[in-house]
């Protein structure tokens, strides 16, 4: 079961339920039907505080993903923790679905290049 757990603290309305909706989509269309996935709406303030202390770049940035175990095999029972995709609506506005979608594969193994983008473009159909 894919557990997916949103916080709010951007002090801006977001659409939680289709952010959930589409992070279950991407996940399921990756092969990923089980793990937890925590979804963070955030201050420009905070998304700064977070690029700066986790990449040393101090700059407010649309998405930041703190990826735990990705596709990693793990032992027997033990529930996979996917890791965060943490997003600024104030960076993002309405077109939040493709940083959160990119966070998403960034999660699972994904890097840079033209290999993301396409898979971006085929998840999002554009």
């Known amino acids: ?7 709010n603290r951007s002090g801006v ?4 339920a289709a952010a959930v909706e589409l992070a279950g989509r991407v996940l399921a269309a990756e092969g990923v039907d089980e793990g937890e996935l925590g979804i963070a ?3 420009p303030e905070e998304i700064r505080a977070l690029k700066r202390d986790h990449l040393g770049i101090d700059e407010a940035t649309d998405v930041l993903s703190f990826p735990i175990d990705g596709r ?3 032992p027997e029972g033990m529930p996979r923790a996917l890791g965060d995709v943490v997003l600024c609506p104030e960076v993002v506005g ?3 679905r493709w940083p959160l ?3 998403l594969l960034h999660l699972l193994g994904y890097d840079h290049g033209e290999a993301m983008e396409s898979r971006e ?6």
């Open 1 to 7: 079961m894919l557990e997916i757990a949103v916080a």
């Open 13 to 16: 309305e977001v659409d939680e």
């Open 41 to 43: 709406f955030v201050g």
């Open 72 to 74: 990693d095999e793990l």
């Open 94 to 96: 309405d077109g939040w």
């Open 101 to 103: 979608t990119h966070g």
């Open 121 to 126: 473009r085929e998840l999002l159909g554009s």
